[in-house]
């Protein structure tokens, strides 16, 4: 039926064609959407609405990071931890810095968080590359010593931030710019600017490079140990931005700040499509994912069918369905 | 237009399995139509054609690990349908791939077993596969222990225990798809051996190879495929290797190796001295000159990969001092070898030299990344300028530019990657295996290639296991054997059995690593 003379020549057909593969989780998020608002009349109001999406952005944000680490064929267990740290280092700058600073303080604390972020990241990416360890492995070490961290800083109870500070930082959580709340605008910069690095820098094809294959990264001449350093700086440079996000919606950082998010990331990128082996990196998938596990907690709290606690199990559920949802879509 | 199937003396024999009007299609893209084939219990029967032409697809579609998109399978005069490799291995049918599918971290025996492991009680019966491992190992000539662990092995070692474990069970058909691209002389020797067997046993063998004269040597019958058409199927006796290469690529063909250059005297373009690689495991001095290309010989394991892995800085390595288009290289890596004007195109392109999920484009420009993008950005239109050149100025046959690169076949993976190689504009060569799975058309388009380059001025540096090619290519030969040049031969001195000679020891036929 196709005539096979002249094949170079061939039109790229392929590229009309849908990929549902890649579609799969906005079509997820579209169906929970609908069945919310079946369940919940409530669930469609615009104040909910915004409430979710806000709250979503920290896990969100963080998992732009995360893509960029698990596309270079890594993994960070430690976001979770590394959040609440980073939250504590920030709020004792602050606090140190009103005396001279005044509500200045504010931005210098966040300064020092994106410091403080990138180094931690940055500490986990030495670690892997130079070390040549497992990232499984060595960010479940520095998980276990952020956590220990912050509850020694805070002494097991809870880092405050200083009172003068609160009413200049609350807009950052609370606030909005022409009706849309802060935190979703922040989550839509680090979106574009991640986009923008994966999918239109050279970093962002050596990062996929890396990830698809070690050994032929490394013969083509990619520095694969300074691309995935990178990717785990970009990391803690997110949970960075989340930390600044998140302070003033509780104003104190404590022991439990960040608890299993680090799962909750990793499943909003998995369910986003990324693949956990590398080589692939979806960064509007993985905010979809984490738009999908918020709207189910919103959903199953608004509902009285199930009860709340269940939550986690509901998400676990989740990750599972995905993967098998995919290994269906991908079957040839 | 199908041509003649010539009556022989056993075509009364009933078919062990017959292809009926077999076809297939990916999408819209036709790859093979309308085979029919009959394969005859003890015959060796082989598949030849240019690359793309669609052998290993049916091979494929034989074997179950694909489905025809129409026509269907017989065995033993009874309509078969495999869902799939499980189902065709149960009746009787393997496949040995043309890439290594190994699980690299396992051990032989663990490999040879995966899937269906003795038991004993509850437990793995270790001893008993191990034995039964060593029992085939041997049957196939593979210099290999049971407890060995793959990724540890030479490619051509893996590529023998993968032979292996398709014969562990008795089998009624067995397909080799490029089955000796990766050995040298000696492992094809014991391969034939093999084949020679199974054939008395009266098993069928599918043998594919773009080496003409083991066909020659070899089968019974030969088919040749042609742009996923069926041209015919002949006996063997009838066809010489220049028919069979005319009727692979409908035309005549010139001739297959360039003329040679002659010794060049101008001064050296790479200078290697004392290069120690793996901790002494492999120690070497040489040059190479412009205008000359310098052929590195010796058995599989002899040390020659390693060398020049280890001069690339991708193994351990220690340097007296190494120096390329007169820039010192005080710590080799990839990337300051290719800023002097050096790359290396490595033998292992699915492990190590293509992104096989990735499309053409970002392999193609991968290495060469920081001229095609001189900025931080992507320059994706250049991009695709430089695929839709690569793909005409080496030939790639691809049939639509947004395929994957494993989605190519065998020989254009290779043409890929030495387009990818070519873009950063080198002017040393070093090529490892440079026609393994090429067809006869396009190796003679390669040497030409190589011809150009060093007449150009630039230099080559080609290992092969393929001693015709070795002799045929080289001004120089360097001979490898246990980790050291044992000699160097030139000009009228460059034969096949000088080569051979020099590459085995008496003392140690294995010359490497290959006996843990
Ligand atoms: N999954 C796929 N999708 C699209 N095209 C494919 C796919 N797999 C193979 N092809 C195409 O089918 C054609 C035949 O490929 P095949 O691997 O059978 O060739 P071959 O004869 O074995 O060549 P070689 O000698 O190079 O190994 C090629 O043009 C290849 O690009
Ligand atoms: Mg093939």
């Known amino acids: 039926m196709s005539s096979t003379a002249d094949i170079t020549a ?27 608002a079946l ?121 405050p931030i200083d009172r003068s500070l609160r009413e200049a930082y609350r807009p950052v959580y609370f606030g909005d710019f022409l009706g849309i709340p802060y935190p979703v605008l922040m989550t839509i910069v680090v979106i574009a600017v991640g986009s923008f690095l994966l999918y239109r820098t050279k970093y962002g094809r050596r990062v996929t490079a890396a990830g698809s294959s070690d050994d032929v990264a490394r013969f083509s001449g990619v520095h694969v140990g ?66 999908i596990l918020e709207v189910i907690a919103n959903v199953m709290v608004l509902s009285d069918m199930v009860s709340e606690y269940l939550v986690a199990a509901v998400q676990g559920a989740i990750i599972i369905i995905a993967m098998l949802a995919h290994r269906f879509t991908n079957a040839r | 237009m199908n041509a003649a199937v010539h009556a022989l003396a056993e075509t009364t024999a009933l078919p062990v399995l017959r292809a009926e009007g077999l076809a297939k299609a990916y999408g819209p893209i036709t790859v093979l139509k309308d085979v029919t084939l009959d394969i005859r219990p003890g015959e060796v029967h082989a598949i030849i054609g240019e690359n793309g032409a669609g052998k290993s697809t049916l091979m494929r579609l034989l074997s179950g690990h694909a489905r025809p998109t129409a026509g269907h399978l017989e065995m033993d005069g009874t309509r078969v349908d495999f869902a799939d490799s499980v189902q065709a291995e149960a009746a009787g049918v393997v496949l040995v791939h043309q890439e290594i599918l190994l699980a690299p971290d396992l051990t032989v025996a663990q490999n040879l077993f995966l899937g269906r492991e003795l038991t004993r009680g509850l437990m793995v019966d270790d001893r008993a596969m191990n034995r039964r491992t060593a029992e085939v190992l041997a049957r196939v000539g593979a210099n290999a222990h049971p407890a060995d662990i793959v990724s540890d092995m030479p490619l051509a070692q893996q590529q023998l225990i993968q032979i292996a474990r398709a014969l562990l069970d008795d089998r009624k058909v067995v397909i080799l798809d490029e089955p000796t691209a990766m050995l040298a002389n000696e492992e094809v020797e014991a391969l034939i051996g093999v084949v020679d067997t199974l054939r008395s046993q009266g098993v069928a063998v599918l043998y594919i190879s773009h080496r003409l004269e083991e066909v020659e040597q070899l089968a019974d019958r030969v088919t040749v495929l042609r742009d996923g058409e069926m041209i015919g199927t002949w006996p063997a006796s009838e066809l010489d290797q220049r028919q069979m290469a005319e009727l692979m690529v409908g035309r005549e063909l010139s001739m297959l190796y360039p003329p040679k250059r ?77 800023h002097a004007g050096l790359v290396y195109l490595t033998e292992d392109r699915k492990g190590k030299g293509l992104l096989l999920r990735e499309r053409l484009a970002p392999n193609l420009t991968l290495q060469a990344l920081d001229s095609v993008s001189p900025g931080i950005m992507l320059d994706r239109a250049g991009e695709t300028r430089a695929l839709r050149e690569a793909v005409e100025e080496y030939d790639i046959r691809v ?65 092969s296991s393929e001693l015709p090619e070795l002799v045929g290519l080289a001004d120089r030969v360097l001979v490898m054997r246990g980790g050291r040049f044992v000699a160097e031969l030139t000009g009228e001195e460059i034969t096949e059995q000088k080569v051979v000679y020099a590459a085995a020891s008496s003392r140690d036929r294995t010359g490497g690593r290959a006996i843990a």
């Not at chain 1, 061939?10 to 919310?36: C, D, H, N, S």
């Open chain 1, 39 to 159: 369940i919940n009349s409530n669930f469609l109001s615009a104040n909910n609405l915004l409430n979710v999406v806000t709250r979503s952005a920290f896990i969100a944000i963080i998992a732009v990071g995360a893509t960029f680490v698990i596309a270079s064929g890594g993994l960070d267990l430690s976001v979770g931890s590394m959040m609440a740290f980073v939250t504590g280092i920030m709020i004792m700058s602050m606090n140190a810095m009103v005396p001279a600073l005044g509500n200045w303080a504010i931005l210098a604390g966040a300064g020092v968080a994106l410091v403080v972020g990138s180094l931690c990241g940055l500490l986990n990416g030495v670690i892997v590359t130079v070390g040549k360890i497992e990232p499984f492995i060595v960010t479940l070490g520095t998980m276990g010593i952020f956590r220990a961290f912050i509850t020694f800083l805070s002494d097991g109870g809870s880092i």
């Open chain 1, 10 to 36: 061939a039109p790229e057909k392929r590229r009309q064609g849908i990929r549902w593969g890649e579609l799969a989780p906005f079509i997820a998020l579209a169906v929970i959407v609908i069945l919310g």
């Open chain 1, 226 to 291: 300074r691309v995935r350093t990178m990717a785990f700086v970009i990391q803690g440079f997110c949970v960075a931005v989340a930390a600044i996000c998140y302070v003033p919606r509780l104003g104190a950082a404590t022991p439990t700040t960040g608890q299993l998010w680090e799962l909750q990331v990793i499943t909003a990128v998995v369910i986003g499509g990324t693949l956990l082996r590398g080589g692939k990196g979806r960064i509007l998938g993985s905010v979809a994912g984490a738009l």
């Open chain 2, 262 to 338: 002659g010794l060049s005297s101008a001064a050296p373009l790479l200078v290697v001295k004392d290069l120690s690689v793996d901790h002494g495991k492999v120690e070497a001095s040489f040059e190479v000159r412009p205008g000359e290309v310098l052929g590195i010989g010796g058995m599989i394991g002899a040390g020659r990969t390693e060398l020049i892995e280890g001069l690339m800085g991708l193994r351990p390595s220690h340097a007296g001092s190494i120096q390329v288009n007169g820039t010192t290289i005080a710590r080799p890596s990839v990337e300051a070898m290719m």
């Open chain 2, 399 to 463: 049939r639509a530019l947004t395929l994957e690169a494993g989605q190519l076949s065998g020989g254009n993976q290779q043409k890929l990657l030495l387009a990818k190689v070519m873009m950063t504009d080198p002017s040393v060569v070093i090529i490892d295996e440079p026609t393994r799975g090429i067809d006869i058309g396009n190796k003679s388009e390669i040497y030409k290639f190589i011809d150009a380059l060093v007449q150009a001025g630039k230099a080559c540096v080609v290992i």
